[in-house]
């Protein structure tokens, strides 16, 4: 999967808010986000794991993920990450901000 190949533009901090989204259904390891962000937007976006890991890490230590050594359904040894309650928080205060920067926009795109 490329880097948010399909949108070089994407906003910052947005990595974070899709990955803190997709976990907030449940547990899943690196590829199962991936491609559950790859699914969501109908293609639209793909995340490399050059991106991915090195969020994955940050997040693990900001507090906002929590991670476990599973077993995947293909009987693959991976790590299942997981959302704190500091990363439920986290999740609700970046959708709000970005909710408002996108209303904005939106302001500012629909103005004459």
Known sequence: MGELSSNPDLLPGTLYMMILRTLNQGALHGYGIA???????NGDLAIEDGSLY????????????????????NNR???????????KKQLEAESS??????????????AS
Do not use: C, D
């Not at 090195?54 to 359904?73: C, D, F, I, S, Y």
């Not at 040894?77 to 990363?87: D, V």
């Not at 901000?97 to 629909?110: E, H, P, R, T, Y």
């Open 97 to 110: 901000a970005f909710n408002k920067m996108v209303s904005a926009i939106q302001l500012v795109m629909g």
């Open 77 to 87: 040894k991976a790590r299942f990450y997981q959302l704190t309650p500091e990363g």
């Open 54 to 73: 090195p969020a994955l890490n940050r997040m693990l230590q900001k507090g906002w993920l929590k991670a476990e050594w599973g077993v995947t359904e």
């Open 35 to 41: 491609k559950r962000i790859h699914e969501w937007s």
